[in-house]
Structures are given as structure tokens and as C-alpha cells.
């Protein structure tokens, strides 16, 4: 059975930092990207940043470009995003979600550098990120 489990949300002031983990079971790790995508209060879901786990590539959104850190340990079967200087604006529910390495999610984001929301088959449950002003 295929599972992304999300922590490491919580409340935090703005300028603060959150660690974010996607721990993935049920399929082979390095054959799948791993994307961030978020949904604030109001708004639709956008995608935030993406890793291919076979060859480390990434990709960030324009609006965490320079304060979100995207990576990956193959050997836990886990995806970090760590969030510095985080902005009022940046409170969401942040999802999980993997595609495999050679489906839309690199692809877009290798021809355009946009981290592509689609409905991929694989999500977390998703975890609140809250930043207070």
C-alpha cells in the first residue's frame, strides 16, 4: 500500500522557520518526484517545489525562491522542505505528493520551472503550516 505521511507543520512567527518531512512507503523511492503543494484559505492549491528522487534535481516556486530548501534522504524514504523566513502569506495546508520521475510533475518543471498541480495518485493527508504576523 502506497502512503506519504506529512509533519511538521505547526504555528510560528513570521521570519520563523518550519521543517516539513513526507515519509514515503509502498513504492520504489528513486523511480518517483516528490512535489510540495500548499492550499490557503481561500485559494486554490498551487504547487510549491518538487525533487527527483533518482537525480536530486529541484524546483521552487517563484514565491519561495531563496527561503524554502527542498531535499531527500533515499535511504528513509523522506522528503524535507525546510521553511526559513516564513510569511504571513505562506499559511496553508501543505500536501505531499508523488509522480513518477518521468511523468508531468518533472517534465513541467524542467521545460518551465512551474511546479505543476495536477491529481497525482499518490497524496498525504496533509499538514497546517500557520504563520503569525
Known amino acids: 500500500e502506497v502512503q506519504l505521511v506529512e509533519s511538521g507543520g505547526g504555528l510560528v512567527q513570521a521570519g520563523g522557520s518550519l521543517r516539513l518531512s513526507c515519509a514515503a512507503s509502498g513504492f520504489t523511492f528513486e523511480n518517483y518526484a516528490i512535489g510540495w503543494f500548499r492550499r490557503a484559505p481561500g485559494k486554490e492549491r498551487e504547487g510549491v517545489s518538487c525533487i527527483n528522487n533518482s537525480d536530486g534535481e529541484t524546483y521552487y516556486a517563484d514565491s519561495v525562491k531563496g527561503r524554502f530548501t527542498i531535499s531527500s534522504d533515499n535511504a528513509k524514504n523522506t522528503v524535507y522542505l525546510q521553511m526559513n523566513n516564513l510569511k504571513p502569506e505562506d499559511t496553508a495546508i501543505y500536501y505531499c505528493?508523488?509522480?513518477?520521475?518521468?511523468?508531468?510533475?518533472?517534465?513541467?518543471?524542467?521545460?518551465?520551472?512551474?511546479?505543476?498541480?495536477?491529481?497525482?495518485?499518490?497524496w498525504g493527508q496533509g499538514t497546517q503550516v500557520t504563520v503569525s504576523s
Open positions: 505528493a508523488a509522480d513518477t520521475v518521468d511523468g508531468p510533475l518533472i517534465a513541467t518543471a524542467r521545460a518551465t520551472g512551474i511546479v505543476l498541480d495536477l491529481d497525482y495518485n499518490y
